[in-house]
């Protein structure tokens, strides 16, 4: 059972029976009346947000039956997606909604981090950082130079990302999942 003094950014919590993550948290102390932590929350199931507001020192949430497993993950077929626990080399299968926009990252033997609700697979955590292969953008001019803009580059698995202009084709790139930003070229590869 978790106080709302507990409460943090990426704390997992349930309500009325459902799954969510605090995504922003906020405790304000107005001037008259009691305290209160005003949140917004993610649905780890559907992906909804909504925002909702706690008494504090009152009100309390539970807490869910959530499960991580490592699997790898090993194709797409048209009903969703396809992977495989580490340990007991199991397969399981993930429907597009529950996977999200973390497709855009999923290239072959990737491991992952694959969340069960109570024994049931309802989400993916990517890893950080990601290295995709660029595999169309437009050519660099002569003098581009890392402090320079950035350009749009098409990844091997569909996403599109800004990079900076002196990156070229089939260099392969490192990306931070969270923010689908470029973070540096991958050198000896």
Do not use: W
Request: include cysteine; aromatic fraction near 8%; charge should be negative.
């Amino acid at each position: 059972m978790y106080q709302t003094t507990d409460f943090r950014k990426g704390l997992n919590i349930e309500l009325e029976g459902k799954p969510f993550v605090i995504v922003h948290f906020q405790h304000v102390n107005p001037g008259k009346g009691s305290a209160f932590v005003r949140t917004k929350l993610k649905n780890l199931e559907t992906g909804q947000v909504l925002e909702r507001t706690f008494k504090a020192g009152v009100d309390t949430a539970d807490e869910p039956d959530l499960d991580e497993k490592e699997m790898e993950y090993m194709y797409d077929d048209p009903d969703g997606f396809n992977f495989m626990d580490q340990q007991s080399y199991e397969t399981i299968h993930l429907t597009t909604e529950q996977v999200g926009d973390s497709k855009d990252f999923l290239q072959e033997g990737i491991r992952l981090n694959v969340l069960y609700y109570k024994s049931r697979p309802i989400s993916i955590e990517l890893p950080n950082f990601v290295e995709l292969r660029i595999c169309q953008t437009d050519p660099g001019l002569k003098g581009d130079t890392a402090s320079g803009g950035m350009k749009k580059a098409v990844m091997e698995t569909g996403v599109q990302i800004n990079v900076p202009l002196f990156i070229k084709n089939e260099e392969l790139i490192k990306i931070d999942t969270r923010t689908r930003e470029y973070v540096e070229r991958v050198k000896g590869k």
